[in-house]
């Protein structure tokens, strides 16, 4: 038996599988379709993926799903956030980012109107990703907390001319302190699309799944040239 600290549902699915995270960290796809098996026909073993590189022993905090790449899913640990691709065959995320230090994380989120740029925020306030900006750290954080945040959510509504500008997008936050629920409007430039931003963090994650390959090949290979000395020495 495994507890679970999130699921995760696509809008409209019609398939009875869905992804969810446990509460040691691992990630994993379920299938309710699954039929009981055995004698007793009561045990079923409904978990068709498990994913555990990032198993903290801690539950996630946030599972989300990107709304401009439906194949593209984050979790949010304590310290750090991943983001994985479901249709790849592989243990481990396509991106894992540098750790929080001095607060942890408490939530996150991808941007529903920016394709690179992520909300994660933490005990102390909210550090934002923009992948179009940079990879290896936040680009911005924003200290309008203070109190730690346990839950947001966004609302954006879109420019009536239909130019593909959005007029105003708030963030509604909630803090763990006094139990307050707060409303911040979201600036501009990380509610308004660059140019081309979709390709270009399509790119980007796709440069990043050519590393994770490149990797795990060179591992093998150093694995195969030290045992090939280790046999020398013999």
Known sequence: EVGLSRVLFQKSQETPTFFASSDEGDLFMIDWAVKPIGEDQKNAEFIRMTKDCER??????ALERSPFFEELIMTVHDFHFAIWKTQLDQETPIYRSA?????HNTCGAFSPTRPGVIFITKTNGIDVWDFVDQSNKPSLTLNIATNPI??????HIPDPTGKGKHRTQYMAYGDKGEGTLYLYEVPNNLRNAQDNEVETIKAFFDK???KCEFIRTRRVTMREEWDTKERQKM
């Open 56 to 61: 903290n022993y801690r539950p996630v905090v």
């Open 99 to 103: 750790n929080t230090f001095e607060s």
């Open 150 to 155: 346990t839950t947001f959510k966004f609302q």
């Open 208 to 210: 990043e799944i050519e």
